[in-house]
């Protein structure tokens, strides 16, 4: 067995052998270090980067932000919510009920019952926004109010149903049906235009238009006019489905599920149906003043991660999962 084979002496010191060794080590010196060099200045970089998306990144710079620091003084996150809606918002139970604790504890997270809820309506969600009542609505509330506002990413899609008491009613095409709406709505707006396409004549190419031809008009053979009356509310909306001066309403989903019991009791069978058509769908924002942008940014990040790590998902199956026309 070999002993001692780089010949460390007491009195000669390190072997040449050991000497060609060292000599393979890693340096920083001169041309032999250069790689060396260039990678340490590289994890140099990516440290320095790291550290700078932590302490520079969106959401600290957010959080450093007038309007979060106000609410930070005030030591709670005033929330308009529609406290009526079942599924959504009861009783301060509800998909954005959770949303609103979430984004509470996101801006307030060393603070115990940091959010309030406000009860609004429809039509006392802005006014409560530009008069400072609340911070946030989340309040079945779509895109698309104006500029005074600020939207977060939807949270939700309401499906707009065709509804109606009567089952010969599901299978007829829209041609055959006297059909309800409240203009001014999202559901309202989305179904108008939905029908007006129906109707509408083939689109007019360029060249006819430069040759000033006259505008196409609807193909009968494939047009569809659908027969439409205009309701001022809800409950006139609903009036007129329960007396037959409609055959079918256009409602979203949180509304068909808050007046499912009338609905319901109103045929024989204790419901009511859902035509096929496919009207197409509402999407739901939080909001707040335009000039506290910070606040929906910081929504918009809650609702991309809890998208990402299925909580989204696991709440609206929770709350919504029964919701009438999913």
């Given at each position: ?13 390190i072997?040449?052998?050991l ?13 032999e ?5 260039r ?9 320095a980067a790291?550290?700078?998306i932590?302490?520079l ?43 609103a ?18 009860p ?5 969600v ?13 309040a ?31 299978d007829k095409g ?30 007019q190419g ?50 068909l ?6 609905l319901a ?22 909001l ?18 809890l ?7 696991r ?12």
């Open positions: 067995m070999r002993q001692n084979p780089y010949k460390i002496g007491r009195t000669k010191g072997s040449p052998r000497k060609d060794k060292l000599k393979q080590l890693p340096t920083l010196k001169g041309y270090g250069r790689w060396f060099r990678v340490l200045i590289g994890i140099g970089v990516v440290l790291l550290i700078a932590h302490f990144k969106p959401e600290t710079q957010l959080m450093s932000s007038v309007e979060i620091k106000r609410i930070e003084s005030a030591g709670v996150l005033t929330v308009g919510v529609r406290d009526d809606m079942p599924g959504f918002c009861e009783n301060g139970t509800g998909l954005e009920a959770e949303l604790k979430l984004l509470a504890e996101r801006i307030l997270p060393d603070t115990e019952g940091a959010v309030r809820f406000v609004c309506s429809s039509t006392t802005t006014t409560k926004l530009k008069d400072g009542s609340i911070d946030v609505a989340i079945l509330q779509p895109n698309g109010q104006g500029s005074a506002y600020s939207y977060s990413y939807p949270y939700y899609s309401d499906k707009i149903s065709l509804v109606t008491l009567d089952p010969a009613n599901v829209l041609g055959e049906l006297t059909i309800g709406y409240i203009p001014g709505t999202a559901a309202g707006s989305r179904f108008a235009s939905y029908a007006a396409e129906l109707g509408a004549a083939p689109e360029i060249v006819d238009r430069l040759l000033r031809r006259p505008k196409p008009t609807p193909d009968p053979e494939t047009a569809i006019m659908v027969e439409t009356r205009r309701f001022g509310s809800i409950d006139e909306l609903l009036s007129a489905l329960k007396s037959g001066a409609v055959d079918a309403i256009a409602l979203p989903g949180a509304y599920n808050k007046y499912f019991n009338d009791g109103e045929t024989d069978a204790g419901q009511f149906y859902i035509c096929r058509a496919d009207v197409g769908s509402v999407d739901y924002c939080m707040c003043s335009s000039d506290e942008p910070a606040l929906m940014q910081l929504a918009d990040m809650l609702i991309y991660e998208k990402e790590n299925g909580t989204l998902e709440l609206t199956k929770e709350y919504l999962s029964d919701l009438p026309g999913r």
